[in-house]
């Protein structure tokens, strides 16, 4: 709440307006590399990536937390993983995240 009222009206659209461009980068960008993004909806800061059991291995061994698995939770959306960007996730994480996941796929 406090976070909120120092941002004002104004902060927090900007704060929204980042989260959005950062998720669509790092959407448009999985999808160049052939990912597959299954729920083609409008998104705020989280959406679902098909990608294989391995690459949240991958993605931890290079300093990454990976997107949470939820085949775990809906065994019908086993290898989808859902993923999350925020106002504070720089271009390097989402790019270093694109080139891990990229060797895995």
Do not use: M, W
Request: proline share 2%; charged share 25%; with cysteine.
């Amino acid at each position: 709440t406090i976070h909120l009222a120092t941002l004002g009206k104004k902060g927090i659209r900007e704060v929204a307006e980042h989260s959005i461009q950062k998720t669509n980068y790092l959407k448009e960008n999985l999808e160049k590399i052939g990912c597959n993004i299954p729920f083609k909806k409008s998104t705020y800061n989280e959406f679902v990536v098909k990608l294989n059991s391995q690459t949240n291995s991958a993605l931890l061994k290079n300093g990454i937390i990976g997107g949470l698995d939820l085949g775990k939770y809906y065994p019908e959306l086993s290898d989808h993983f859902l993923f999350c960007v925020t106002e504070l996730n720089t271009r390097e994480e989402i790019d270093n995240l694109i080139e891990v996941i990229k060797t895995c796929n």
